[in-house]
């Protein structure tokens, strides 16, 4: 197996999971972000675990082809499709059991007629936009959206959500946005209560929202960063006590002394101050080891912190050791994540992003081990 790797923690996930139930109550439900592949950690091996231990009822997903690749690899539980698909695509929505996000008409006419051809029923969730502006129907038409759900024999509404934009923060102006999000929602679904019509699952609350507002818990959450460890901002509060479940590793492949004066890598950017010790680490851009962490990267060998030296390259690094050394050729080196002191949420703030980009990054030539 190649030396670059990726190390799923199957249990600091369940974990996570757990500390959410607790937070949330054990009456609500859960709906994992597995989006983009579980956010780069691998999407079967983590709902497998979380639906057989119980602790999770959805499977959030971004594409049709991941609800494809969920339902062959044997998932059987309720599949929500978060992002909208398009009418050549709804087919997949009938022939992997996948229940759709809806925003408007159009839409639902195309899902209403292929279950017509199929006699069957399509359960839909309405996304209501509340401020985030991406999708979702407005607030002033859901009742419209949902009457016509309600009349059309081959739909049936499942739930009502909305998405928060700015909840992972605690600055005052997003608490406010957030707040009026959560009562225009509420209105909305009071609105549809009062129709007698059955609004199904309620849900609003992302990472955010589980952290710092729990007026937005409703019927289910959709937890997505915190599943895997991470805080979705650097300011949110830690109600939630989380574990890192990647690690991103590599080993020592090579060891070399340069002499004071010498440079490294591509662009030369890098100069030796004094006799040094260089190591070759086989993990670089291509596998997800971002470019901007060039000279500025530190990486753990031994327990030890090392810098990065020079630009990294698409298949490599190298690492300063310094004027002496106990490293070995084959020792591992830890990328991030993990115990480490090296986090994701460190690496990130270097590259100028967010621990997201870095774990979605993660090439698919690295293997994912589950332990």
Same mark, same amino acid.
């Given at each position: ?38 956010? *780069?950690?691998? +999407? ?23 609800? /494809? ?61 509340? *401020?985030?502006? &991406? ?10 959206? /949902?009457?016509?759900? +309600? ?14 934009? /700015? ?85 020592? /492949? ?6 004071? *004066? ?9 100069? +030796? ?37 020079? &630009? ?60």
């Amino acid at each position: 197996m190649r030396s670059t790797k990726v190390i799923i923690n199957i249990n600091n996930f369940l974990s996570n999971l757990r500390n959410i139930k607790e937070r949330i109550g054990k009456e609500r439900k859960i709906c994992m972000a597995l989006k983009a592949d579980g956010y *780069g950690h691998g +999407a079967e091996a983590l709902s497998k675990a979380a639906f057989s231990s119980g602790l999770a009822d959805y499977a959030g997903i971004a594409a049709i082809s991941e609800g /494809v690749q969920l339902r062959e690899s044997g998932i059987k539980e309720d599949i929500l499709l978060l992002s909208l698909a398009l009418g050549e695509e709804v087919p997949g929505l009938f022939d992997y059991n996948i229940i759709p996000f809806v925003a408007d008409i159009s839409y639902l006419a195309d899902i209403a007629r292929e279950g017509a051809k199929r006699n069957s029923v399509k359960t839909v969730h309405l996304k209501i936009d509340t *401020g985030m502006n &991406r999708i979702g129907c407005r607030p002033e038409d859901a009742l419209k959206i /949902v009457q016509f759900i +309600a009349e059309n024999k081959n739909l049936k509404l499942g739930g009502l959500c909305t998405h928060f934009p /700015v909840s992972d923060t605690v600055n005052s102006e997003d608490r406010e946005f957030t707040l009026n999000q959560i009562k225009i929602f509420n209105s909305v679904v009071n609105d549809i209560r009062e129709k007698k019509i059955d609004t199904g699952i309620i849900h609003a609350a992302n990472s955010g929202g589980i952290l710092h507002y729990p007026e937005s818990f409703f019927d289910m959450v959709r937890p997505g960063i915190i599943l895997f460890g991470s805080y979705p901002d650097n300011s949110a509060e830690r109600k939630i006590e989380i574990k890192p479940v990647m690690t991103f590793e590599s080993r020592v /492949v090579f060891i070399k002394k340069i002499k004071k *004066g010498a440079r490294v890598s591509y662009g030369l950017t890098w100069q +030796a101050n004094e006799d040094t010790f260089i190591a070759t680490v086989p993990a670089g851009y291509a596998d997800g080891y971002n470019r901007h962490l060039s000279n500025k990267g530190k990486v753990e060998i031994k327990g030890k912190i090392y810098p990065v030296a020079g &630009r990294v390259c698409m298949d490599q690094i190298l690492i300063n050791l310094g004027t002496s050394h106990n490293i070995e050729t084959g020792d591992k080196v830890i990328l991030f994540g993990g115990d480490s002191a090296i986090t994701c949420e460190s690496v990130a703030d270097l590259c100028g992003t967010i621990p997201y980009e870095l774990y979605c990054n993660i090439n698919k030539r690295v293997p994912r081990i589950s332990v």
